[in-house]
């Protein structure tokens, strides 16, 4: 049971460029989430899915974009990367869409836009 | 939307218990209070939640103010493992997308 991976740990991109950050979860969690951490702040949602073929948005989408067809893999996809979309992402999953769930943090994604 | 508001940073001396407070005065009947730590260069790692008693688990206690505008992590004996930030955040039953983390309280422990 490896819990929820990320990869790549670290990605450089260059302005413009286009790139898919991957999250999967063994634990045939319901719900899961994609949030970005910039330095010395706290974690803001970008997306999230409450199960397979259903996604919407959070606190920061535009940029990015999601699908999810399997209970395991949510991946988030940067059309056209910019430096301001440089920073920690960060995948989380839990059990049950809903608030009294533990969620589950993957162990991020450092990204570089230059 | 209901927020939290927590000390930028707090320090305590290993094996000593911890104390971190989060104010939450706009908290909803529906709200659960969450926290939630950050280990350096790791993702969040779940602490305990509740919704109005006091709860317990093996890492750390949480105490909930009867009016419930006011919650207390508490930490019974710190470790230098302890060092982390800590979110206080409330979510919303059903309310998928109300999981604001806020900017937290940095714990530094001393040996």
């Known amino acids: 049971n490896a819990g929820v991976t990320q990869t790549p740990k670290f990605q450089v991109l260059k302005t413009g460029q286009s790139m898919t950050l991957q999250c999967a979860q063994d634990m045939n969690h319901e719900y899961m989430s994609w949030y970005r951490q910039d330095p010395g702040m706290g974690l803001r949602l970008i997306h999230y899915s409450v199960g397979a073929g259903i996604t919407d948005q959070g606190e920061v989408p535009n940029g990015y974009n999601v699908s999810r067809s399997t209970t395991e893999d949510f991946p988030l996809r940067l059309l056209s990367a910019a430096p301001s979309q440089t920073s920690v992402y960060f995948c989380?999953?839990?059990?049950?869409?809903?608030?009294?769930?533990?969620?589950?943090f993957g162990p991020g994604t450092r990204l570089t836009v230059l | 939307d209901a927020k939290t508001t927590q000390p930028n940073s707090m320090e305590s001396n290993e094996e000593e218990p911890v104390h971190l407070p989060c104010n939450h005065s706009?908290?909803?009947?529906?709200?659960?209070i969450h926290w939630y730590r950050q280990l350096p260069s790791q993702g969040p790692e779940y602490v305990i939640h509740g919704l109005t008693s006091n709860v317990n688990n093996r890492m750390a206690s949480l105490a909930i103010a009867e009016d419930r505008k006011s919650s207390t992590l508490i930490l019974h004996r710190a470790t230098l493992r302890d060092a982390a930030v800590y979110y206080c955040i409330l979510t919303a039953l059903y309310n998928f997308n109300k999981f604001y983390f806020g900017s937290g309280t940095k714990l530094n422990v001393k040996p």
């Open positions: 989380a999953s839990s059990l049950i869409a809903g608030s009294t769930d533990t969620q589950y």
């Open positions: 706009t908290i909803s009947g529906t709200d659960y």
